[in-house]
T-cell receptor, first 117, second 113 residues
Framework: GAVVSQHPSWVICKSGTSVKIECRSL??????MFWYRQFPKQSLMLMAT?????????EQGVEKDKFLINHASLTLSTLTVTSAHPEDSSFYIC?????????????FGPGTRLLVL | GENVEQHPSTLSVQEGDSAVIKCTYS??????FPWYKQELGKGPQLIID?????GEKKDQRIAVTLNKTAKHFSLHITETQPEDSAVYFC????????????FGDGTTLTVKP
């Protein structure tokens, strides 16, 4: 199957700083990638859809100025958590779709654990 | 929007027994139903999926059944092994946009040796 990678796998930062997380599709191109957040013992919550060459689409309740998304190429999307606070501590997971129209399959990255002190 | 309910939230079985996890969905337009396995500290891994044009799909010890009329689908794991222990998520989507899946709340499966 297709492979999606994330970097870093974990990060600890001080409150008020910004953190960038990278998501790459390793063996396929993805015009669309997705960013999820997952709190302990909870399901995945879609934060935004990252579109190559255009603005991201954010889900209701997600602050676009706080979670900056850039999808500059067909294999790379980045999520920047700006002015991070302890409540932003979470597990962030990206995904990308592979396959032809009507046969798309979603592949997830390994996740990035963010701890804001 | 779509709403996916998953049951049970926890499931404990003896090694070698079967495990069944059930999900219901609300949007009749959904036609893509993947199942993911998530181990602690890792991203979800697709284990099997089914599209609405079939009622059942099997891959070795794992099978999924779909009842579009009743809007429910189930994951069946036979001959369970300790390494099957993980959190399992079902999801529903309109298959031209699989990434915008709506997820169930997850089932924690424990297989006791």
């Amino acid at each position: 199957g297709a492979v999606v990678s994330q970097h870093p796998s974990w990060v600890i930062c001080k409150s008020g700083t910004s953190v960038k997380i990278e998501c790459r599709s390793l063996d396929f191109q993805a015009t669309t990638m997705f960013w999820y957040r997952q709190f302990p013992k909870q399901s995945l919550m879609l934060m935004a859809t990252s579109n190559e060459g255009s603005k991201a689409t954010y889900e209701q309740g997600v602050e676009k100025d706080k979670f900056l998304i850039n999808h500059a190429s067909l294999t790379l999307s980045t999520l920047t958590v700006t002015s991070a606070h302890p409540e932003d501590s979470s597990f962030y997971i990206c995904s990308a779709n592979a396959g032809g129209p009507g046969q798309e399959t979603q592949y997830f990255g390994p996740g990035t654990r963010l701890l804001v002190l | 929007g779509e709403n996916v309910e998953q049951h049970p939230s926890t499931l404990s079985v003896q090694e070698g027994d079967s495990a069944v996890i059930k999900c219901t969905y609300s949007d009749s337009a959904s036609n893509y139903f993947p199942w993911y396995k998530q181990e602690l500290g890792k991203g979800p891994q697709l284990i099997i999926d089914i599209r609405s044009n079939v009622g059942e799909k099997k891959d070795q010890r794992i099978a999924v059944t779909l009842n579009k009329t009743a809007k429910h689908f189930s994951l069946h794991i036979t001959e369970t092994q300790p390494e099957d222990s993980a959190v399992y998520f079902c999801a529903a989507a309109y298959n031209t946009n699989a990434g915008k899946s709506t997820f169930g709340d997850g089932t924690t499966l424990t297989v006791k040796p």
